[in-house]
């Protein structure tokens, strides 16, 4: 599966941003956000089945962030609102070939090259 992130950028805070990520290859059961600031872990913030019937977030991004794909093709979506200067990292997305929605990075198969967000105040 190759992933392919974009969609980041400078936005200020209280504002919004919609990440994509091309999936192509093959389908997959599950498919996950995560983001990384500089000097951090790598930060679980949602995944979905594909199905979109299980969905969970961090609650550190739940009301504000929601997963999403387009039914017509593999592009995966992570809209974004009420974004906080703390939310300025580097955002990936990952799928699972099989297997539920997981919080643990080390569960995805593949990874996307991540795509910048920057929150200004």
């Known amino acids: 599966v190759q992933l392919q992130a974009s969609g980041g950028g400078l936005v200020q805070a209280g504002g919004s941003l919609r990440l994509s990520c091309e999936a192509s290859?093959?389908?997959?059961?599950?498919y996950g956000w995560f983001r990384q600031a500089p000097g951090k872990e790598r930060e679980f913030l949602g995944a979905s089945s594909w199905r979109g019937d299980k969905k969970y977030y961090a609650d550190a991004v739940k009301g504000r962030f929601t997963a999403s794909r387009d039914n017509r093709n593999l592009t995966l979506y992570l809209r974004m609102n009420s974004l906080k200067p703390e939310d300025t990292a580097v955002y990936y997305c990952a799928v699972r070939i099989e297997g539920n929605p997981a919080s643990q990075a080390a569960l995805y198969d593949y990874w996307g090259q991540g795509t910048q967000v920057t929150v200004s105040s």
């Open positions: 290859g093959r389908t997959f059961s599950t």
